[in-house]
């Protein structure tokens, strides 16, 4: 409590599911189940900036700092009733600020980590200069079964996390389906958009959309229209391709695409919810009894205030301390690989294993 009003800053009770806590009933154990695999999207999205050119061992003490410190900070603020959650309740702001499947929590903490990632790191040798190397993905079919992959899992995280904080008639089933139509919106304008740039449908230019379309619909999925879901995703299509273009005239290097597909369309898909939110469901949701309202659906400016902090904070919160850590890392252990490596390639290097059958171990070569 402070000035009169909650602010719940960080989590207190229930570390390591001790038994003796509220942690070891069957409510908990299955939010832990959802938040491990929303953890594991944020970290594996994360350390797609660092591809090609980074220490196995540093990204992944990174990645235990992720999981350690920053992701759950600001999903407690979010989901553990913290100060965001309380935003509504405490001081108007429609139902405070609402991610029901991680489109803040999960994909723009992932985006912007990767943001930091591609900023400490440093682009991959060649990338960009005199003898600029687009560097396209080695196995573009494997490209393609992963984003279906990724589909797949999130629709089906999108509506289990929906339905333990929505409990409330078909919930899981809309968003499941709210986050298939969001997808479809992605691919679609990022096809109409090749065309446009009179260019051929790349498999990987379609992949980001897909998955941007999914991402930004992670917001609020169960408390769309339909048509609200594909228009979101449609205009995330286009976004993340924007994206993609901007930060390659900066010289930024992600070859995952991360900062643009979650970072970017994560954060739209946040703040669609205060502007697409229809109204029809999210009674009681963060203690607010009315339903959740978004400014096209006659619910004013409040929801829209409460998204728009929620996305602001942890941009700033998670890029604050994802640099601290990179750099303590990187003080610490270092982040780069020698330049031989990189070019070689990090199989043998940094796991001890190859790759791909016909390559021959650095030893035995003549």
Known sequence: ???????????????????????????????????????????????????????????????????????????????????????????????????????????????????????????????????????????MPFVVLGAILLLLSWTTTNAFSTDMLLPQINSGCRAA????????????TSCFLAGWQKRRPEPALLCRGLLGGAVASCGCNSLLEPWAAFAIGGLAGLLVQGAMTFLEKRRLDDPAGAIATHGVCGAWGVI?????????????????PDAACGLFYGGGWHQLAAQVIGAVTGFVVVFILG???????QKV??????????????????????????DVEPDSKS
């Not at 390591?16 to 999207?41: H, K, W, Y």
């Open 1 to 139: 409590m402070a000035g009169g009003h909650r602010w719940g800053l960080m989590g207190s009770s229930g570390f390591f599911l001790a038994s003796n806590t509220v942690a070891s009933s069957d409510g908990i154990a299955a939010l832990f189940l959802v938040q491990t695999a929303m953890l594991v999207i944020a970290v594996s999205a994360t350390l797609g900036a660092s591809l090609e050119r980074a220490r196995l061992l540093a990204m992944a003490v990174f990645a235990f700092l992720i999981g350690a410190l920053i992701y759950p900070l600001f999903a407690n603020w979010v989901w553990g009733g913290g100060w965001l959650a309380q935003l509504g309740r405490e001081y108007g702001l429609g139902h405070g600020f609402v991610d029901l499947a991680g489109a803040g929590v999960v994909h723009e903490t992932a985006g912007t980590l990767a943001l930091v990632i591609a900023i400490v790191l440093g682009t991959r040798t060649g990338r960009f200069g005199k003898d600029k190397k687009a560097m396209p993905g080695h196995n």
């Open 323 to 329: 640099y601290a850590c990179l750099i303590l890392v």
């Open 177 to 188: 389906v709210n986050t298939l139509l969001a997808a479809a919106g992605g691919l679609l």
């Open 333 to 358: 252990l270092g982040i780069r690989v020698p330049i031989a490596d990189e070019i070689e390639g990090l199989d043998w290097p940094q796991t001890g294993a190859l790759g791909y059958q016909g």
């Open 272 to 288: 669609a919810t205060g502007l697409f939110a229809n109204g029809i469901a999210g009674q009681g949701y963060n203690g607010v």
